[in-house]
C-alpha cells in the first residue's frame, strides 16, 4: 500500500515549530500504518529523542537556535531517524516517504538521517547547522 500523509495535521505541527511566539521547538511525524501523522511536539529537545528508538522510522522538524554574541539566529533542521532494528525494506521505503514530508516541511538549513543516537546529540546538531550557516563572528569564543 502506497503511503500517505495527513498533510493538514503535519503542516499545523510544522507551523508550531516556525511559529516566533511559541516556545515549541520541535515536531516529529511517525507512520500510523500507512499514513505519515504527527507523532507529538514540544519545547524539551530531550522529549523528541525519546520517541527515536530502535524499533522506529520518524522524521523530526527542529528549531535550534545559533548565533555569536553579536545576534541570534533560529535555524531548522528535518531530521529522518531509522532505529538499528527497522526491517530492510521499511529503510528502503524511507527516502521516497519523505518526499511526502518535504511536500510539508519546506524550510530547514540542513538535514540528518540518523540511526545511532549519538548523532542526536543536540551540541552536535547546532554544530552542524553553525557549519552549514557560513561565517561565525564570534571571535570571544576562540
Given at each position: 500500500?502506497?503511503?500517505?500523509?495527513?498533510?493538514?495535521?503535519?503542516?499545523e505541527a510544522y507551523n508550531l515549530v516556525r511559529d516566533d511566539t511559541t516556545d515549541i521547538n520541535w515536531a516529529a511525524f511517525k507512520y500510523d500504518?500507512?499514513?505519515?501523522?504527527?507523532?507529538?511536539?514540544?519545547?524539551?529537545?530531550?522529549?523528541?529523542?525519546?520517541?527515536?528508538?530502535?524499533?522506529?522510522?520518524l522524521f523530526g522538524f527542529v528549531r535550534i537556535t545559533t548565533g555569536d554574541a553579536m545576534s541570534k539566529r533560529a535555524k531548522f533542521t528535518l531530521i529522518t531517524w531509522i532505529g538499528e532494528n527497522v526491517s530492510g525494506?521499511?529503510?528502503?521505503?524511507?527516502?521516497?516517504?519523505?518526499?511526502?514530508?518535504?511536500?510539508?516541511?519546506?524550510?530547514?538549513?540542513?538535514?540528518?538521517?540518523?540511526?545511532d543516537i549519538r548523532e542526536l546529540e543536540e551540541d552536535y546538531i547546532r554544530n552542524e547547522l553553525k557549519k552549514a550557516g557560513g561565517a561565525n563572528y564570534d571571535a570571544q569564543t576562540e
Open positions: 500500500m502506497a503511503t500517505r500523509i495527513d498533510k493538514e495535521a503535519c503542516r500504518g500507512s499514513t505519515i501523522v504527527p507523532a507529538g511536539h514540544g519545547t524539551d529537545y530531550a522529549d523528541f529523542k525519546s520517541l527515536c528508538t530502535d524499533d522506529v522510522r525494506l521499511q529503510r528502503a521505503k524511507i527516502s521516497t516517504d519523505k518526499t511526502l514530508v518535504k511536500d510539508v516541511v519546506q524550510n530547514f538549513a540542513k538535514e540528518f538521517m540518523v540511526s
